[in-house]
């Protein structure tokens, strides 16, 4: 492109009407002219051709993604990647913003996620490596999606708690159980004070646990536990299957006894998500199940923040996503910039329950309790409950002394004293209530860490 096309692909965003835009933000790498090569981005995304030969014409004023903001954040030697394809010796590195209008795409998950995640951006001959780091709707927009349909105060409503945490738990063994093994062991959990039990993400519609079975044999547990208790509980089933299933699924699964579905949503897909959340009666859930490949590397992909605000858009309740901790192998400002995403302002979409979650227990509460400031989080365990030396009923126990602490604001060692199933865990699963710092990724010579850059985009 000549400087008068690169041009055309640059505005002032005091100049357009924020309304008619989305906004994308990436991260991106050049060894080109940084201008030159956020244009042929901006190019690529959208009007990549925008007129006709020998017609006096011009589509990009209405169609083209203009550049509002180009950022330049480090430089180099070397690319992110080595490859043949990222030729250079002096690489740049920074943050663009785009306004992209709306009417390209319309209000829907597949044409958003074509445009962004599709081959303008990730093959586009100016840029050597890129990464979608947040994308900011317009009220217009997100007026189309129905959102949460329970959402926070659904799911607390349903369950009559409101002071606290909701404790989740998936059964372990996660897979090989049979179905009347698996209710009973759920049935534990409940009457030591989970709020809901749930199947793995792995565990679906299998020939030794099919669906309909589990599902009645763990809605007839989820009843008697209520009566003992006095409190209401949710069984969480995973419904995750082929898109032309999820439906019948659904109605399945309610009808024989579970009250809240779970899909993995990046298997099945935002779209089937969206689909699913319209038909269904009881609460969805979103697991993160994944995202990794896409997410993990910091400079290449899409961050999970993005992936985050289009499963609330689409319509799940509960998110569960990466939590703190060196399992999940996710910084601590990613992990609270997703649990943001669920429950900011998001146009007249509710509020979505974040779930960090990743190998925690009643000893690491208190960490993300203190790290989210606020009780509006589930709290999701599996060996942490379920591996308790003295059984599910305990490890469910454990949690709730482990929050009973924080609430008088004692050390757990202390509280434990008196409670003797929060002191077994406190001696099997390590005592500290600290769960080991995520280690900080190598970034490549030059490069700005991935938190460095989101906090630029969020300030």
Known sequence: ????????????????????????????????????????????????????????????PRHAAKV???????????????????????????LVRLAYPQINIGPRLPNLLTTVCGEGAFFCKAISAVKLVDIDFPASWLADFQGPRFGIEGLRGILDVYDRPIFLGVVKPNIGLDPKSFAGIAYESWIGGLDIAKDDEMLGDTTWSPLIRRCREVGRKRKEAEDLTGEKKIYLANITDEVDRLRELHDLAVREGANAVMVNAEPVGLSALRMLAKHASVPVVAHFAGIAPMTRLPYYGVS??????????????????????????????????????????????????????????????????EKLRSHEFGFICGRGVFNHPMGPTAGAASLRQAWEAIVQRLPLADYAADHRELEVALE???????????KKAVAPAGAVPLVEFLSMVNR
């Open 304 to 369: 999970s923040i993005v992936l985050t605000k289009l499963q609330r858009l689409a319509g799940a309740d509960l998110i569960i996503v990466p939590g703190f901790g060196g399992r999940m192998k996710t910084e601590e400002e990613e992990v609270l910039d997703t649990v943001d995403a669920c429950t900011e302002p998001f146009g007249h979409c509710k509020r979505s329950l974040p779930t960090p979650g990743g190998s925690d227990w009643a000893g690491t509460l208190p960490l993300v309790s």
């Open 1 to 60: 492109m000549n400087e008068q096309d690169i041009k055309g692909f640059f505005a002032d965003e005091e100049d357009l009407i924020h309304d008619d835009y989305l906004f994308f933000t990436f991260w991106f790498e050049t060894a080109e002219k940084p201008e030159h090569a956020v244009a042929e981005l901006a190019c690529e995304l959208s009007t990549a051709q925008w007129k006709r030969p020998g017609i006096d014409e011009d589509y990009r």
């Open 428 to 438: 099997a699963f390590g005592g500290n209530g600290v769960s080991e710092p995520p």
């Open 68 to 94: 509002v903001h180009l950022e330049i954040l480090s430089e180099a030697r070397r690319p992110s990647f080595m490859t043949s394809f990222a030729k250079g010796d002096h690489f740049y590195r920074g």
